[in-house]
């Protein structure tokens, strides 16, 4: 890994500070390794903290009374979660899983508050940072409520295309049963769909990497919500 305050200067919520800053931040910053399927926390453990991801990846889940997984977001390299036990002085509200081999840094509630009241400025850009997170959730449950599969997974396709860089040639970083939860659908239901999609000429499927053939229909069906 570079050096920790490099890394934290091109951290959103850290942009701007100074560098006796950044070395203040890395002071009280942890870093913990997880295996895949490895769980950072569960839902109702204590909120000790928060999180930023370094490599890997990490979701944000909640289990209904059935056992159903829920994925509420996927977390990648410079993400942050758990942010809202920094201020609620809570319990995590959802639990969170290594889906890789992940590194990442925990900034411990009590110290980070001290570093917040010596620069309050902190607390602006973490809020900034959380307001984003809830739109995304908020997009999200909008996308599960209002439109059909095949136009979740048209948007989760753009999302990711989007997240890296414009490249119609895309590698999804989940499983499909991962994405299956993401999307608020069953794998089998999901498989089917990849399928009607490369029937349809709107992708190409291999294994984890995924080609958009027609770039234009793709939005149309994101706008639509179905076939």
């Given at each position: 890994m570079e050096n920790i305050p490099d890394f934290f200067s091109r951290l959103p919520f850290f942009e701007g500070l100074k560098q006796n800053e950044l070395n203040d931040i890395a002071a009280i910053a942890v870093k913990k390794h997880y295996s895949r399927g490895e769980n950072v926390f569960f839902e109702?453990?204590?909120g000790h903290g928060f999180y930023v991801v370094v490599r890997g990846s990490v979701k944000i889940y909640k289990e209904s009374f059935d056992g159903k997984e829920v994925i509420i977001h996927i977390c990648g390299p410079l993400d942050q979660f758990g942010q809202v036990a920094v201020y609620a002085g809570m319990t995590f509200p959802a639990s969170a899983m290594a889906i890789s081999n992940t590194e990442v840094i925990l900034f411990p509630r009590l110290e980070f508050l001290e570093l917040i009241k010596k620069n309050p400025s902190l607390a602006l850009?973490?809020?900034?940072?959380?307001s984003l997170r809830i739109r995304q959730v908020t997009s999200q449950l909008e996308s599960i409520a209002?439109?059909?599969?095949?136009?979740?997974?048209a948007a989760y396709l753009m999302y990711v295309m989007y997240e890296q860089n414009d490249q119609e040639q895309i590698r999804l970083g989940i499983s499909r049963v991962e994405l299956a939860g993401f999307l608020g659908t069953t794998p089998e239901t999901l498989s089917r769909i990849l399928a009607k999609f490369e029937e349809e000429k709107l992708i190409k499927v291999e294994k984890r990497e995924i080609t958009i053939l027609n770039l234009r229909d793709m939005e149309v069906l994101v706008s639509k919500g179905r076939f």
């Open positions: 109702g453990d204590p850009s973490m809020l900034s940072t959380l209002l439109k059909e599969v095949p136009g979740r997974l």
